[in-house]
């Protein structure tokens, strides 16, 4: 069982629908972070959460660090929101922010 | 401010010679990671090298090693290349001095293929 579970793997929306990323983490850890990977291959950091909620734009982050999970949310979704998003943990000091990546969810938005 | 920049960004190698691929971090980002993206599978960590010095290495063969300059600059060279080494080589730099509470910023990769 991987440390870091993602799902769903593949996501197909309608634009405008709401999407939700699931991420489940079976170790300790002192962040979590949400990332956009691009076909190019460029990987972009959206979140870092060790707690609660953040949003930017029409994206929000949500963790629960007794329940070990978090979710990503994407409101009035759009076509450029298409990529695949993975969900990766940092751990103990001793790792430093060595990141254990989630397998991704690819989502794409349809117009 | 200049993000990670890595070089080059494509790569073309026969097996069983070496490469050596380049990242620059942020300025003022004294840690520096190394990742590996193989085709159809996950993100998997490679190293980590914090003020010049290898902090702690993933699972991979002693031909994976590299170097952290003293401009924090960085260099992951692979020897006795496999085809199976074909994969996006990412580099992430952060602040973090082992932390592991800091932001990370990813540059475009170096994409290497091995034939």
């Known amino acids: 069982k991987n440390e870091v579970e993602q799902s769903p793997q593949n996501l197909t929306a309608q634009e405008g629908e709401f999407i939700t990323i699931n991420c489940s983490y079976s170790?300790?850890?002192?962040?979590l972070h949400w990332l956009q990977q691009h076909p190019g291959g460029g990987i972009v950091s959206l979140f870092m959460?060790?707690?609660g909620k953040k949003k930017h734009g029409r994206l929000i982050a949500t963790i629960n660090i007794q329940e070990k999970h978090s979710s990503l949310h994407i409101t009035a979704s759009h076509p450029r929101d298409s990529a695949v998003y993975i969900c990766?943990?940092?751990?103990?000091?001793?790792?430093?922010?060595?990141?254990?990546f989630g397998e991704g969810t690819q989502l794409t938005v349809n117009p | 401010e200049a993000g990670v920049t890595q070089s080059p960004t494509h790569l073309i190698k026969t097996r069983g010679q070496q490469v050596t691929l380049r990242c620059s971090p942020i300025?003022?980002?004294?840690?520096v990671y190394w990742y590996q993206q193989a085709l159809g599978l996950g993100l998997q960590f490679l190293l980590w090298?914090?003020?010049?010095?290898?902090?702690n290495r993933g699972n991979f063969p002693p031909r994976f090693s590299g170097r952290q300059f003293p401009n924090y600059s960085s260099e992951l060279n692979v020897n006795a290349l496999e085809l199976e080494d074909s994969a996006l080589y990412l580099c992430?730099?952060?602040?973090?001095?082992?932390?592991?509470?800091?932001?990370?910023?990813f540059g475009s990769g170096t994409r290497l293929t091995v034939v």
């Open positions: 990766a943990v940092s751990r103990t000091r001793t790792s430093g922010s060595r990141l254990t």
């Open positions: 090298y914090d003020e010049g010095e290898e902090r």
């Open positions: 992430a730099s952060s602040l973090d001095r082992g932390q592991s509470n800091y932001g990370y910023t």
């Open positions: 300025s003022g980002h004294t840690s």
């Open positions: 959460l060790s707690s």
């Open positions: 170790v300790g850890i002192s962040a």
